[in-house]
């Protein structure tokens, strides 16, 4: 593609591709997203796939609830955890002031 080497100018930014783009564009293939570029040098249109701002923020926030979902059952088994040892140190204690 002329975009390695040379310098371009993006013609049309960054969007989504559409249903018929993604058959017959092979850019669409990697992110879904193409934008069309000119070339300086040979004065070329061609197409580049690249990545939308909407659709990471959209990945970022997916990340952050599920890791926020993952931290609350993981704090939720510690609270449990924590309140058996205790049930069975209490247990304990119990056990050996009843055997004095």
Not at 62 to 84: D, H, N, P, W
């Amino acid at each position: 593609p002329c975009w390695r080497v040379e310098d371009f100018v993006v013609a049309q930014e960054c969007a989504r591709c559409s249903s018929f783009q993604a058959k017959t564009i092979p850019e669409c293939n990697p992110t879904g997203f193409i934008e069309k570029i000119n070339c300086a040098t040979s004065k070329r249109d061609e197409f580049k796939s690249c990545r939308s701002a909407v659709m990471e923020a959209h990945v970022f926030w997916r990340f952050v609830g599920t890791m926020m979902c993952v931290a609350a059952v993981f704090a939720v088994l510690v609270v449990c955890r924590q309140r058996v040892l205790d049930r069975k140190a209490l247990e304990k204690v119990r056990k050996q002031i009843e055997s004095i």
